[in-house]
C-alpha cells in the first residue's frame, strides 16, 4: 500500500474508504481525512490525517493469513493500586527494542479497553507464541510498592471493572478467532503472570 493523504485519489483511496465504510469517490477530501483522524485517535497512533505503513497496518483489523490459535493472557507487572496508561506501557516496548507495544490489547487499571499493536501481526509478548497468538494485557498483577521485592511477585490485582473488560475483550477476540484457546503467560513461561488461572477461569467463553 502506499502512502496517501489529503489529495490523493486512486484505488489505495477507495481501499481505505471501504475499511472506514466512507463514500467510496476515490477522492482523499476532508471527510476521508476526518475519518482517517478518529481512526487515528483511537488506535493510539499519530495523528496526522496521513495513511502511511503505520496506519495501513492498524486498519488490516480483519483476520489476516496470520493463523491465531491461542489467546494469552498477561499482567503489566504494575503495582496495585497504580496505573499505567496503554502510552506508558508502549513507550517502555519501543525502548525496549520492540516496533510497537507487544501487546494487541491493554486494560488499564480502570478497566478500558485499548487497541495495541493490529491484530494482523504477530506480538511481542511470548517467546516461540507470538505468530499465533493474540496478547491481552491488564494493568496490575504486581502487590503494592511497600511491599519488598513487589516485582518479582505475582497477585491477582484485577478489579470488577478490570474483570468484565477482560470477559469483553476475549469474547470480541474469540468471535474473530472461534478455534483459539485461553492461556495464561505462566504456561508459556517461568513467571508467575498474569497471576491467576486464566485457563481454568477462561475455559468457557
Ligand atoms: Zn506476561
Known amino acids: 500500500m502506499n502512502t496517501i493523504k489529503r489529495g490523493s485519489r486512486g484505488a489505495d483511496v477507495v481501499t481505505l474508504q471501504k475499511i472506514l465504510n466512507l463514500a467510496t469517490d476515490g477522492i482523499f477530501g ?33 483476520p489476516s493469513s496470520r493463523a491465531v490459535d491461542e489467546i494469552i493472557i498477561h499482567y503489566s507487572a504494575t503495582p496495585e493500586g497504580e496505573n499505567f496508561t496503554v502510552d506508558q506501557i508502549r513507550q517502555m516496548h519501543l525502548q525496549r527494542g520492540f516496533a510497537d507495544i507487544g501487546y494487541h490489547w491493554y486494560i488499564d487499571a480502570h478497566g478500558a479497553i485499548f487497541a495495541g499493536r493490529s491484530e494482523s501481526l504477530a506480538g511481542a509478548h511470548c517467546t516461540n507464541h507470538n505468530t499465533r497468538s493474540i496478547g491481552i494485557c491488564y494493568c496490575g498483577g504486581c502487590p503494592p510498592r511497600s511491599v519488598s521485592g513487589w516485582a518479582n511477585i505475582g497477585k491477582d490485582t484485577r478489579t470488577e471493572a478490570q474483570k468484565a473488560a477482560l470477559i469483553r475483550c476475549i469474547k470480541d477476540v474469540k468471535s474473530r478467532y472461534p478455534a483459539a484457546t485461553v492461556h495464561g503467560h505462566c504456561e508459556f513461561a517461568s513467571k508467575p503472570c498474569p497471576g491467576f488461572n486464566a485457563k481454568e477461569e477462561y475455559k468457557n467463553l
Not at 38 to 51: K, P, S
Not at 52 to 59: I, Q, R
Open 30 to 62: 476532508p471527510l476521508t481525512e476526518e475519518a482517517v483522524r478518529e481512526f487515528q485517535r483511537g488506535h493510539g497512533l499519530a495523528v496526522d490525517g496521513i495513511v502511511g505503513p503505520k496506519t495501513w497496518a492498524a486498519l488490516n483489523v480483519a
